[in-house]
């Protein structure tokens, strides 16, 4: 299954990561470009869930079209004020 996981924050990496650890391939969008590059590129979301390591089954993006377009199932992790 297709999981799509928006925001990346703490609650929504977490929510990734046990879809990924389930067996799921997730994309995990992230607001800010260089944010989502920094978490595609060092696998750690170290602004709010420091010192885990993202499966590599987690895709990050900035595009809500990219991580939805795929997705069987779309989680919504994103702060309530948003």
Not at 16 to 45: C, I, K, Y
């Amino acid at each position: 299954m297709n999981v799509a996981v928006i925001g990346a924050g703490s609650w929504g990496t977490a929510l990734a990561m046990v879809a990924a650890r389930a067996g799921h391939s997730v994309r995990l969008w992230a607001r800010e470009a260089p944010f989502a590059e920094d978490l595609q590129r060092t696998r750690e979301n170290s602004t709010y869930l420091k010192g885990i390591t993202l499966p590599e089954r987690i895709e990050v993006t900035n595009s809500v079209g990219e991580a939805v377009g795929s997705a069987d199932f779309v989680i919504s992790a994103v702060p309530s004020h948003a």
